[in-house]
């Protein structure tokens, strides 16, 4: 029995495991995520304006951060007996909720909403808790961690309370906590960096995620109307855009990005890769919703103003956070790839512009040449040794 219930151990520092990666548990974990983000996406579906684009990144970070917070834990504690088991279930309960809220999440089911997160974080805080109950020499990090997460979870909490929007401000609030007590806990996380090969797979995994919504509304948009050549036309070039996104990122995607956690000189490139992940998987969902718009389109009507605004610029944020990743060493520390998807990115919002009264067709063409043309330039300039 005691082999069932075994303490936290550290999986990080000089004694840490050489060749780690997900663990069928953290997988199993990631399949509420891939419910989480469909809700999203269908939410945003369901409301393509500026105002519904807002509301979709509201609902996003919360959800999205509940799955950092578990992520990092795993990181450095993960020891897969009963206990931590059982908390990742309740943690997998309390994100189904989420997903279920999710499309009255700032109406009639923000409080079922706010009540999921609570339950998401008080489970990640007793982890933390554990943890440093355990060991001795995590016990700063995972106590500043706990103290920062509850204040931002009892804000949540009084959020109940209170009527919107003011309901909304608070939640903003405990977000900027939740976000800000990494951020400023520098010293204590260079005592305990990441795992240098697990935390990018993670994240990888994530992006994957996200991406599989692309390809899920490349079939809806076919599946949902009779199939003519410009629908079958447009639903090719959307799945090239969801594959020039993959290609990009993966075949760029490093692990040298970890060596900044250990040097405080350059934690805030560390921390940089991190929440700027946020604008990237962001747009990935935006884009498959915007595709799914476009197949359906009829082929001798414009595209309405929304969907073509939403299809460049949310492919122009993907772009302008990848500029960033390959800027800061995110992905492959390189300044012309950093220019080049930054070129992309303004190309698009050009698209956007001028745009007005093309065809779904020709619009969604001309993105994926954009995109392709990104992967064109990066297989001729192979991997430089020198940024």
Same mark, same amino acid.
């Given at each position: ?15 840490? &495991? ?7 548990? &953290? ?99 007793? &982890? ?84 599989? &919504? ?174």
């Amino acid at each position: 029995m005691k082999a069932w219930f075994q303490p936290p151990r550290l999986r990080v520092g000089k004694d840490s &495991e050489q060749e780690r990666h997900a663990t069928w548990l &953290e997988l199993f974990y990631d399949l509420v995520f891939v419910v989480s983000v469909s809700q999203l996406a269908h939410n945003l579906e369901e409301d393509i304006s500026l105002p519904g684009f807002f509301k979709f990144i509201f609902l996003f970070i919360p959800i999205w951060w509940s799955w950092i917070g578990t992520t990092f834990y795993a990181n450095r504690f993960d020891n897969d007996d009963i206990g931590h088991r059982l908390i990742i279930a309740g943690q997998v309960l309390a994100i189904a909720a989420l997903a279920v809220n999710v499309h009255g999440g700032l109406g009639e089911s923000s409080v079922g909403f706010a009540l999921s997160y609570v339950a998401s974080r008080l489970l990640l805080i007793l &982890e933390y808790l554990r943890a440093g109950y355990y060991i001795p020499s995590a016990r700063p990090l995972t106590t500043r961690f706990a103290v920062g997460f509850s204040i931002g979870a009892a804000l949540w909490v009084v959020s109940m309370l209170v009527a919107p929007p003011w309901r909304f401000v608070l939640w903003g609030i405990g977000l900027v906590i939740d976000f800000a007590t990494p951020m400023l806990s520098r010293q204590l996380q260079l005592g305990l960096p990441p795992h240098p090969q697990h935390l990018p797979e993670r994240f990888g995994l994530f992006t994957i995620i996200v991406l599989g &919504e692309t390809i899920i509304a490349v079939v809806n948009g076919l599946a949902e109307q009779h199939w003519d050549i410009s629908s079958a036309i447009a639903a090719l070039f959307g799945f090239s855009i969801a594959f020039s996104l993959w290609w990009i990122y993966f075949d760029n995607l490093s692990g040298s990005v970890m060596r900044l956690a250990e040097d405080a000189s350059q934690f805030r490139l560390y921390q940089t890769w991190i929440y700027t992940h946020v604008p990237f998987v962001i747009g990935l969902v935006a884009t498959g919703v915007a595709v799914e718009h476009v197949i359906a389109g009829e082929a001798g009507v414009a595209l309405p103003t929304a969907e073509r605004w939403l299809l460049c610029g949310s492919l122009a944020l993907c772009f302008l956070a990848l500029s960033l990743l390959h800027r800061s060493g995110g992905l492959l520390h390189c300044k012309a790839r950093s220019r080049y998807r930054l070129g992309a990115a303004i190309a698009l919002i050009v698209l956007a512009l001028i745009g007005v009264g093309w065809s779904p067709l020709i619009l969604i063409v001309l993105v994926a040449i954009v995109c392709a043309i990104q992967v064109v330039q990066d297989l001729y300039q192979g991997r430089p040794a020198l940024t």
